[in-house]
């Protein structure tokens, strides 16, 4: 795939999309790292159903704190791995609260010290609530940059690697955003709908699908 293709690609998605974000629902830096740590192994709608009632008792990491670990699995108990969540998220507001004056830091660095938050999340994170241009590179992402092969790789590393250097400066800070949701809704795992997808011409994917 060449630089052209991959430019068109964004176009499409960028006219099809023009303000693409999270569909996990926050109102703060902490609300959506606590959410993104969440959303390990969860769906984000399940996320978004349990933070509804989380984020109304423990808005901020002092609140958190003051809720627990225990009070904290009462409300997160419907997602995987959640015992193993909770702990994670107390330690992080413990840390938030003493090194950070309860605010998350704006620096990768910072955040990967937190405990459950590996670069994936750092990168949503610095991405989505500090608007950087940085880009995440999850399941969804890796499947869409393989298949398409806009920016082919063996591990989650490499293919950032290559869509840092493969996609155009102007759409880089939305870039994370479009490749998700195309993956999640029309470049799905099993039988993608390449009937329906507006990038299909541009497709380098030798199985395609006729699946609206």
């Given at each position: 795939?060449?630089?052209?293709?991959?430019?068109?690609?964004?176009?499409?998605?960028?006219?099809?999309?023009?303000?693409?974000?999270?569909?996990?629902?926050?109102?703060?830096?902490?609300?959506?790292?606590?959410?993104?740590?969440?959303?390990?192994?969860?769906?984000?709608?399940?996320?978004?159903?349990?933070?509804?009632?989380?984020?109304?008792?423990?808005?901020?990491?002092?609140?958190?704190?003051?809720?627990?670990?225990?009070?904290?699995?009462r409300h997160i108990?419907?997602?995987?791995?959640?015992?193993?969540?909770?702990?994670?998220?107390?330690?992080?507001?413990?840390?938030?609260?003493?090194?950070?004056?309860?605010?998350?830091?704006?620096?990768?660095?910072?955040?990967?010290?937190?405990?459950?938050?590996?670069?994936?999340?750092?990168?949503?994170?610095?991405?989505?609530?500090?608007?950087?241009?940085?880009?995440?590179?999850?399941?969804?992402?890796?499947?869409?940059?393989?298949?398409?092969?806009?920016?082919?790789?063996?591990?989650?590393?490499?293919?950032?690697?290559?869509?840092?250097?493969?996609?155009?400066?102007?759409?880089?800070?939305?870039?994370?955003?479009?490749?998700?949701?195309?993956?999640?809704y029309t470049c799905v795992a099993?039988?993608?709908?390449?009937?329906?997808?507006?990038?299909?011409?541009?497709?380098?994917?030798?199985?395609?699908?006729?699946?609206?």
């Amino acid at each position: 795939m060449n630089a052209r293709q991959r430019r068109e690609i964004f176009e499409r998605l960028r006219r099809a999309n023009p303000n693409p974000t999270t569909e996990l629902h926050y109102r703060s830096p902490f609300q959506l790292l606590v959410a993104v740590m969440l959303s390990a192994q969860a769906t984000d709608k399940g996320v978004n159903k349990a933070t509804a009632g989380l984020f109304k008792v423990a808005p901020t990491p002092k609140a958190m704190l003051k809720l627990g670990e225990e009070g904290l699995k009462r409300h997160i108990k419907t997602i995987g791995l959640y015992n193993t969540k909770a702990r994670n998220i107390i330690r992080t507001c413990e840390i938030l609260v003493e090194k950070h004056r309860g605010q998350v830091p704006a620096d990768r660095a910072a955040l990967e010290a937190l405990p459950g938050v590996g670069r994936k999340t750092a990168n949503v994170i610095l991405n989505t609530a500090f608007g950087q241009p940085t880009i995440a590179v999850d399941t969804h992402i890796f499947r869409v940059c393989n298949r398409t092969g806009l920016a082919p790789g063996k591990t989650v590393r490499e293919v950032e690697k290559k869509l840092l250097k493969a996609v155009p400066e102007e759409f880089r800070q939305d870039a994370h955003h479009w490749l998700i949701l195309h993956g999640r809704y029309t470049c799905v795992a099993r039988k993608p709908r390449c009937g329906s997808c507006i990038i299909e011409d541009l497709c380098e994917y030798k199985d395609k699908t006729t699946g609206e």
